[in-house]
């Protein structure tokens, strides 16, 4: 069993920065891929970013690229998301998910959620 730990989320005005962290946990595990992914209030969960624990191959959803940036430390199993010129409409919870090799595209684990709310 993986758990996974975000911290970092808050309130900010539009125009600022925050960055939030996610630290893996277990025991034996291998981490294929993370990933950071978001909920709007009365939308469906989005993917924002992920990166590959191996080769670093990085994606991002075009409304942030540019803005956001994924990155990770393989020493402390922890990636993290630094969001610069936040704006009202990234506004969400937003979570992380890991996915072991082997288990396919689908993220196997989930964190609880972090709530970022940018103000106008």
């Known amino acids: 069993q993986v758990q996974l730990v975000e911290s970092g989320g808050g309130l900010v005005q539009a125009g600022g920065s925050l960055r939030l962290s996610c630290a893996a946990s277990g025991r034996s595990f291998s981490i294929d891929n993370m990933g950071w992914f978001r909920q709007a209030p009365g939308k469906e969960r989005e993917f924002v970013a992920s990166?590959?624990?191996?080769?670093?191959?990085?994606y991002y959803v075009d409304s942030v690229k540019g803005r956001f940036t994924i990155s990770r430390d393989n020493a402390k199993n922890t990636v993290y998301l630094q969001m610069n010129s936040l704006k009202p409409e990234d506004t969400a919870v937003y979570y992380c998910a890991l996915r072991i090799p082997g288990t396919g595209l689908a993220y196997d684990y989930w964190g609880q959620g972090t709530q970022v709310t940018v103000s106008s």
């Open positions: 990166i590959d624990w191996r080769a670093n191959t990085i």
